[in-house]
Nanobody
């Protein structure tokens, strides 16, 4: 079992950058594929990206490709989401998740453990 705690959200302006972090505890972090999702009010949870156990490869949603970057530090049991050129439509609660399948990592159902989320608000 793994516990996930996100941090780093906040209120920023259009064009700003923000880095979210997700600290894991309770199990072997490096054995999990890690993903980032977001959910805006009234909308479904949306896949942002996922990173392999080793950190050697990552995949992204088309909506954030080129602006968002996922990385992980297995020594620190932490995964990051670097968000650049933020837009008002990026406003949402952002969640990290731990799962076992990279190929299915775009699906929320592929993840077993979830953090509580961190709010990101981008003002215009």
């Amino acid at each position: 079992q793994v516990q996930l705690v996100e941090a780093g959200g906040g209120l920023v302006q259009t064009g700003d950058s923000l880095r979210l972090s997700c600290a894991a505890s309770g199990s072997t972090f490096s054995s999990y594929v890690m993903g980032w999702f977001r959910q805006a009010p009234g909308k479904e949870r949306e896949f942002m990206g996922a990173i392999m156990r080793s950190g050697g490869s990552a995949r992204y949603a088309d909506s954030v490709k080129g602006r968002f970057t996922i990385s992980r530090d297995n020594a620190k049991n932490t995964v990051y989401l670097q968000m650049n050129s933020l837009k008002p439509e990026d406003t949402a609660t952002y969640y990290c998740a731990a799962g076992s399948s990279y190929n299915s990592g775009y699906r929320a159902s592929a993840y077993t453990y979830w953090g509580q989320g961190t709010q990101v608000t981008v003002s215009s």
